[in-house]
């Protein structure tokens, strides 16, 4: 047994620890992606592969599925064969992880000669090879998105620091500085999550803190139920829409019916299109990470922790072979678009379940922008993900120009980029006011960036969603304004597709602008105050 003080204090504690880690990570990173954009997570687990403590503030899509890839990795080699110094590594998005550029690392915490626990941190790289630097939109399998890294066992000293793993996957990519830089943030990370745990049970005692990790887990459990046994029964269905494959074919449905009966809640997504020859398909971990997503942020608060108590709660079925669960090797680099169709399509599911708390529908899409370019046998690679408009609700607009929930990544500032890049510059970034539905609460909106490239052969690869189905609006409001991108070249406005590849010359002006919100109720139903509030905004600064 552990006291209600004992649990307190060390469930705040391993959050404490999962939270640092966070910080340790993209403080030392290396690449603008990670450092300033913070693409990035962190983990406590326990010794059976139970997410206990995650960084909340960091990338809700990374941590809500940690369990399902750890298991993987403990699958590939028992726990029991591990030693000191030993951690786990994949990213292989068929045994457990999300896509190639997501690179996850498991660390074992010991005490007394025994595993109790362990650090774990995830990381988006700016390049692991394949096809083309950063992004390969047009990769039809799994190989051309680059390096696989099957679930296996590695040791820091004889694999990482002194043996061959370091320089075999610097030999394979494009940027090896940033990316090696990375990982070894990583390293970092979980070094201290593992002194954290092993501080704790120092004072504690490993048994107290055993009990307390379970604790934490049952915890959510336990708040999640009571939440869904307050909901009406009934099965509710939700459908939204990925824009296109980028091959020509679309839209592809995206469809969630979520059953209620008492205190058990299930999501089934069968009816949704099946799988693509593109990179549109999101992996089983990614979709499970996106529908607890979803229903946590519906039915708890920020008091209630994001653990294993969430999926223990839920039941979840991803029929194979579709957007959401494809066949190996089919590729998935852009997995979030459909990913965020599948927490939107929950949450409109929810949303009749108990309308009064319904949010309308967010501009919710990655917008992942890379621009590369190989000069004197050096690439550099630059990748940013872009913002949007967040859905009104009940009571108050939707948020201006925001990541999306899945990403919660942070705004990468146009001085950082100028410092590290040379071969473009960003010469405009505002708010695009109006872009947000109307309604008695507006969507929020978008945003535009305006990059000159100052280099031929500077090649753009992009992917986004919202250029042709928009975020719809709820009890009367209306939907948010479409994304979009071209280049201006001379006269010529050159269209750029959402799922794209173009090679830039110097002088060329690229602009890229984000969709906003829908609102939440009728238009005419906004108060004086607020209109003359969205005309402020609309006046050009003085």
Not at 13 to 42: C, H, N, Q, W
Not at 428 to 445: E, I, K
Not at 446 to 462: E, M, P, Q
Not at 464 to 489: K, M, N, Q, W, Y
Request: proline content about 5%.
């Amino acid at each position: 047994m552990i006291s209600p003080a004992d649990q307190a204090v060390i469930g705040q504690a391993l959050m404490s620890a999962a939270r640092e880690m966070g910080a340790k990570l993209y403080r030392s990173a290396f690449s603008p992606i990670v450092r300033d954009g913070k693409d990035a997570s962190t983990g406590i687990m326990d010794a059976t592969g139970r997410a206990v403590a995650q960084s909340d503030e960091l990338i809700p899509v990374l941590v809500g599925s940690l369990s399902i890839t750890l298991r993987a990795c403990m699958a590939s080699v028992p726990p029991e064969r591990l030693r000191q110094g030993d951690f786990y590594i994949t990213n292989h998005p068929y045994r457990g992880a999300h896509h190639l550029s997501d690179i996850l690392i498991f660390m074992p915490v010991f005490v007394d000669g025994r595993i109790i626990a362990y650090a774990a941190s995830v990381a988006h790289h700016l390049d692991v090879g394949g096809g083309a630097p950063g992004l390969n939109a047009s990769s039809t399998d799994l190989y051309g998105e680059g390096l696989i890294l099957p679930p296996m066992r590695c040791n820091y000293e004889t694999d990482w620091r002194e043996g061959n793993l370091r320089p075999w996957i610097g030999a394979n990519i494009r940027v090896p500085e940033q990316t090696l830089g990375d990982i070894d943030s990583q390293f970092a990370a979980c070094f201290t999550g593992a002194a954290r745990v092993q501080e704790l049970c120092a004072r504690y005692g490993a048994a107290t803190v055993e009990a307390a990790m379970a604790g934490q887990i049952a915890y959510v459990e336990r708040c999640l139920r009571a939440a869904i046994g307050a909901m009406p029964d009934g099965e509710y269905v939700g459908e939204d829409y990925v824009d296109d494959d980028g091959l020509g074919s679309g839209p592809l449905l995206v469809r969630a019916r979520v059953t209620i009966a008492g205190d058990a809640l299930s999501v089934d997504f069968s009816g949704t299109a099946p799988q693509v020859r593109s990179h549109m398909n999101a992996p089983y971990a990614s979709v499970v990470s996106g529908t607890l997503a979803a229903l946590k942020s519906f039915l708890t608060g920020d008091d209630v922790p994001f653990n294993e108590g969430a999926s223990q709660a839920v039941t979840i079925t991803v029929p194979e072979g579709t957007l959401l669960n494809p066949r190996f090797p089919a590729p998935v680099r852009a997995r979030m678009e459909a990913t965020y169709r599948a927490y939107d399509a929950v949450l409109k599911a929810l949303g009749k379940a108990i309308p009064e708390r319904a949010v309308a529908t967010g501009f919710d899409s990655t917008t992942s922008f890379c621009l590369s370019h190989l000069r004197d046998g050096r690439y550099r690679v630059f990748i940013e993900l872009r913002d949007g408009g967040f859905g009104g609700f009940a009571e108050g607009d939707g948020c201006d120009a925001v990541a999306g929930p899945l990403s919660n990544c942070t705004n990468v500032p146009v001085e950082a980029v100028d410092a590290d890049y040379d071969f473009f510059r960003i010469e405009a970034y505002r708010l695009l006011p109006g872009s947000g539905g109307a309604g008695r609460h507006r969507g929020g909106n978008g945003s535009l960036r305006r990059y000159r490239i100052l280099a031929d052969g500077v090649r753009l690869s992009i992917y986004c969603d919202r250029f042709r189905v928009a975020a719809e609006g709820f009890s009367g409001g209306e939907p948010g304004a479409l994304a979009g991108c071209h280049i201006l070249r001379g006269n010529a406005v050159i269209a750029v597709r959402s799922k794209d590849d173009q090679v830039l010359r110097a002088g060329d002006v690229l602009e890229m602008w984000t969709g906003g919100g829908g609102g939440h109720g009728r238009p005419s139903e906004r108060s004086a105050a607020a209109r003359a509030a969205d005309a402020a905004l609309a006046q050009p600064s003085a």
